[in-house]
C-alpha cells in the first residue's frame, strides 16, 4: 500500500474487524491510523483479541511500515490495535503516535530510525508495549506528553538521538523489565515542562512521573536516570550503571524513591542530588563509582540500609546547608573520607558503620554542624572523626577505634559536642 497525502490505511468507526497481515505500507501522512467510535462515548472498537486491555478488532500482524511524514503508526482517540511482529521505520515524524484517548497493544515489534521520536503519547493515551525494540530514533525513544499514560515491558530502547524514555509532568508510565541504553542524553528522565511538544522541539530537558522496575539503565551519554522540576519516580531493583555523568541525578525539587537499586561504575556520582531534590533511597548499593557515591548539594533526602563502597571519591560529600538523613547504612573502602560534611553542610548519620575508607571516616570542614548518633567508626586511614576548620555539630554514643590516627581529632577552632566516645 502506497500512501498519498492521507494515510496509506485508515481504520475507523466502532464496528471495524480488520486484520492486516504481512504487508508493506509506504508513506502517507500516516502509514496506518487506527481510531475508534466518533459519537464521544466510551464504546470505541471492542474487543475478540485477548490482552492486557481490552479487547480489540484491528490487528497488524507482520507488517512493515514506513516513510510516513507523521507518523507511520497513528492511534486516535478510542483506537486499540492489536500490533505484533511489525516494523515501523523511518518516518519523518514518530514512529509511532499514540494520540488523546488511544490505546492499543504493541507486541515483539520493531520503531525505528525516525526523524522524531520512537514513540508519542498524548494527553489521555494508554498504550502497552512488550517485548518491543525502539532504537535510533533521531528524537527521545519514548516521549510521554502531560497526561500520558503507559506500560512498557520487557522493551529495549537504546541508542536515541535525545533521551531513551522522556515523562512530562501529569504522566504515568510504568516501565517494568527493560533495558535502556546508548541514548544521547539521559536514560529516563522525569520533569514538569510547560508544554511537551515544545520541549521535544527544542531539546530542552524533559521531565515526568512513573515507576521502574527490574531494569537496566547503563551506558548512556548523560545520567541514567534524571528527576528534574518537581517530578517524581519510583525506581525499584533496577541496575544503573556505566552512564556518562551521574547514576542519578535529582535537582529542581525533583523526588523520587528508590528501592533495591545498584548505582555502579557511573562516571560521576552514584547519585546527585541539589536545589532542594528530595530522594528517599533504601537498600541501595553504590559502588565504584568515579565521584562519591552520593552528593548532596544545599538539599535533603533519606537514605537507610544502604551501601555505599569503593568509589573514587568520598562515599557520602554533603555540603553548603545540604542536611540529609542517613540511618543503618554501611560505608566503607570509598577512596577519600566514608562521609565528608563541609561547606555549612548538616545532617543525621545515625546507626551508620564507617569502615577501612582511604582518610578519614567522617570528615566536618569549614562550619559544618552534622549529628552523628550511635555509630561504629574504625579501620580508617587517618582519623575516626575530624573536625577542622571551625566545623561543629554533635557526636553521641559512636564506638570510634582502630583508626590509623585518632578516634576523634579536633582542630583549626573547631568546636563539636562530643558526649560519648567508646574504645577511642
Not at 14 to 34: K, P
Not at 190 to 206: D, K, R, S
Request: hydrophobic residues 35%; glycine residues 16%; proline residues 2%.
Amino acid at each position: 500500500v502506497e500512501g498519498d497525502g492521507a494515510a496509506g490505511v485508515c481504520l475507523s468507526g466502532e464496528d471495524t474487524a480488520v486484520t492486516l497481515a504481512s504487508c508493506t505500507v509506504e508513506g502517507g501522512s500516516a502509514g496506518v491510523t487506527v481510531e475508534g467510535g466518533r459519537d464521544g462515548g466510551d464504546r470505541g472498537v471492542k474487543g475478540v483479541v485477548k490482552g492486557p486491555g481490552p479487547g480489540v478488532t484491528v490487528e497488524i500482524l507482520s507488517c512493515n511500515i514506513g516513510g510516513a511524514a507523521r507518523a507511520g503508526v497513528l492511534v486516535g482517540a478510542l483506537g486499540q490495535p492489536k500490533v505484533a511482529h511489525t516494523v515501523v521505520h523511518g518516518s519523518r515524524g514518530a514512529g509511532v503516535l499514540i494520540g488523546e484517548l488511544g490505546r492499543g497493544f504493541f507486541e515483539d515489534c520493531r520503531v525505528r530510525g525516525s526523524e522524531g521520536p520512537g514513540i508519542v503519547v498524548q494527553a489521555g493515551g494508554e498504550p502497552w508495549f512488550k517485548d518491543t525494540l525502539v532504537e535510533s530514533n533521531r528524537g527521545a525513544g519514548i516521549y510521554v506528553e502531560e497526561r500520558g499514560r503507559g506500560t512498557l515491558e520487557a522493551c529495549t530502547i537504546r541508542e536515541n538521538g535525545a533521551g531513551g524514555v522522556m515523562l512530562a509532568s501529569g504522566t504515568d508510565l510504568v516501565v517494568h523489565s527493560s533495558e535502556i541504553y546508548g541514548n544521547q542524553q539521559a536514560g529516563v528522565t522525569a520533569m514538569e515542562v510547560a508544554t511537551a511538544q515544545a520541549a521535544f522541539l527544542t531539546g530542552a530537558e524533559p521531565a515526568a512521573k512513573g515507576s521502574l522496575s527490574q531494569c537496566e539503565v547503563s551506558g548512556n551519554a548523560r545520567s541514567g536516570i534524571e528527576v528534574l522540576r518537581e517530578g517524581n519516580l519510583e525506581v525499584t531493583r533496577c541496575h544503573i550503571s556505566g552512564n556518562n555523568e551521574q547514576g542519578v541525578d535529582i535537582r529542581d525539587k525533583g523526588r523520587g524513591t528508590f528501592m533495591e537499586c545498584e548505582l555502579h561504575e557511573n562516571a560521576a556520582c552514584g547519585v546527585l542530588v541539589e536545589s532542594s531534590g528530595r530522594p528517599c533511597l533504601t537498600d541501595c548499593i553504590l559502588q565504584g563509582n568515579n565521584e562519591c557515591g552520593v552528593l548532596l548539594h544545599a538539599t535533603s533526602g533519606i537514605i537507610t540500609d544502604c551501601e555505599i563502597a569503593c568509589n573514587e571519591m568520598h562515599g557520602v560529600a554533603v555540603e553548603n546547608n545540604g542536611h540529609p538523613s542517613i540511618g543503618s547504612t554501611k560505608v566503607h573502602e570509598n577512596k577519600c573520607a566514608g562521609a565528608f560534611v563541609y561547606s555549612s553542610g548538616r545532617g543525621v548519620f545515625e546507626g551508620c558503620t564507617f569502615s577501612h575508607n582511604g582518610r578519614n571516616g567522617i570528615a566536618v570542614e569549614s562550619a559544618a554542624t552534622p549529628t552523628i548518633k550511635s555509630a561504629r567508626i574504625y579501620d580508617n586511614q587517618l582519623s575516626g572523626v575530624l573536625f577542622f576548620k571551625e566545623a561543629g555539630g554533635d557526636l553521641e554514643k559512636s564506638q570510634i577505634h582502630s583508626n590509623g590516627t585518632h578516634g576523634v581529632e579536633i582542630k583549626g577552632g573547631s568546636n563539636p559536642t562530643v558526649r560519648y566516645e567508646a574504645n577511642m
